[in-house]
């Protein structure tokens, strides 16, 4: 069966530093990655994914997320965190089946 | 922008009662979702609902558990009997016709308290 991990409950970042929010899978087929973000009393909002093609992946707000195949990754950065940036992020994955197994959650904190 | 809500934010109900939590997934999306989280905790697939049937289930999704698309826009979730441990939020999804690779789009969800 697919499953993620994140091994990061939280992170904390300055404002203007890179981030990393770290994801790791485990499929027995081809990984389809996703990465969702959820603010305060609302629901999940897609971010990116990755099917195919090149490892690297940009999605909204100035995400991107880049999938390595040999270390089972998919980890989600950005160059230059915002404070607006806070919140909870999901890893999720699909491997063939019609549903998604999402990741236990990191909640990144973005300081001024 | 097209979005998938949820009716109502919040229920409150006593354990045992039965309670029905509402959706109206994008208009022209043919694959729907309910997902629940714990509060604090990951979001925990429930079922998939493909061409009027459950396409997938987890082991969450007990006989207490049905879904229904009683019209072309709603989709529901009914807990028959509930448990003070079905106080969770749950999600509503929905996904459009692109093939497998598409994304799903989450409601804003139903806060569930079972006292």
């Known amino acids: 069966a697919q499953s993620v991990a994140q091994p990061e409950d939280q992170v904390n970042v300055a404002e203007g530093n890179p981030l990393t929010v770290k994801c790791t899978y485990s499929?027995?087929?081809?990984?389809?990655l996703f990465w969702y973000v959820q603010y305060p009393n609302r629901g999940l909002q897609f971010l990116l994914k990755?099917?195919?093609?090149?490892?690297l992946v940009k999605g909204s707000y100035g995400f991107e997320a880049e999938f390595n195949k040999s270390q089972t990754s998919f980890h989600l950065k950005k160059p230059s965190a915002l404070v607006s940036d806070s919140a909870l992020y999901f890893c999720a994955v699909r491997d063939g089946n019609n549903d998604m197994r999402f990741g236990a959650g990191t909640r990144l904190t973005v300081k001024p | 922008e097209p979005e998938v809500t949820q009716t109502p934010s919040h229920q409150v109900t006593q354990m045992g009662q039965e309670v029905i939590l509402r959706c109206v997934p994008i208009s022209n999306h043919l694959y729907f979702y309910w997902y629940r989280q714990i509060l604090g905790q990951k979001v925990e697939f429930l079922v998939s609902?493909?061409?009027?049937?459950?396409?997938?289930k987890s082991e969450i999704f007990d006989d207490q558990f049905s879904v229904e698309r009683p019209d072309g826009s709603n989709f529901t979730l009914k807990i028959r009997s509930t448990k003070l441990e079905d106080s969770a939020m749950y999600f509503c999804?929905?996904?459009?016709?692109?093939?497998?690779?598409?994304?799903?789009?989450f409601g804003p969800g139903t806060r569930l308290t079972v006292l």
């Open positions: 999804a929905s996904r459009g016709d692109r093939g497998f690779f598409g994304e799903q789009f």
């Open positions: 990755y099917i195919t093609g090149d490892n």
């Open positions: 609902f493909y061409n009027n049937e459950i396409s997938e």
């Open positions: 499929v027995s087929g081809n990984p389809y």
